[in-house]
């Protein structure tokens, strides 16, 4: 197959849950056979982070905790590897920046490699999960002022993702403050 082939079977499987064990296998096998195109190695993980929250044998979706289903066998430092070499093949594509910014959010809670991730991403024009991600990565560790200016420019002002976030900030569901060894403290105030 090639690399067009991959991205049209990829893209077709994208959207299907519970999710195909197909696509996962497809995204192996894309960056197996093109090492040097970037974009199958962000969905690659992508694939693999979507199959643990939609595994086969599940219609709904998880908490959103790091769990393995049979189907995946790759984990965080693959993750990082992955994402890493595709930042270097093409660091001009903001996808594998907002990737790295969530896997330091959500999967190692390192804010600050998060909030650095994430502001690459926008300044390579992302999307509106950049901003989102950005935004609630401040709000973590204590600084709402600036996820809420994060929101107020951002372009994509009605994407649903950024009115969630910013409804969620607002409700004080993200009020706790990341400290720099990696500990959350409980908002006091």
Not at 10 to 23: A, N, S
Not at 161 to 169: A, L, N, P, T, W
């Amino acid at each position: 197959m090639s690399p067009d082939d991959y991205i049209d079977e990829i893209v077709d499987l994208w959207d299907e849950r519970p999710v195909p064990p197909e696509l996962v296998r497809l995204a192996k096998e894309a960056v197996e056979r093109f090492p040097d195109i970037a974009e199958f190695r962000v969905r690659l993980v992508r694939a693999v982070i979507l199959a643990d929250r939609y595994p086969p044998s599940e219609a709904e979706p998880t908490d959103g905790s790091p769990q393995r289903s049979d189907t995946v066998d790759i984990g965080i430092p693959e993750f990082l590897t992955h994402l890493t070499l595709a930042v270097q093949l093409d660091d001009s594509d903001p996808e594998a920046f907002e990737e790295l910014g969530y896997i330091y959010d959500i999967y190692i809670d390192d804010m600050i490699q998060a909030e650095y991730y994430f502001q690459q991403a926008i300044e390579r024009g992302g999307s509106e999960w950049c901003y989102s991600g950005l935004a609630r990565v401040l709000e973590q560790m204590g600084r709402r002022e600036d996820a809420f200016r994060v929101l107020d420019t951002c372009p994509f002002q009605w994407a649903e993702c950024v009115i969630d976030m910013r409804g969620e900030i607002e409700r004080g569901e993200w009020d706790f403050r990341w400290c720099e060894s990696n500990d959350l403290m409980e908002d006091d105030e």
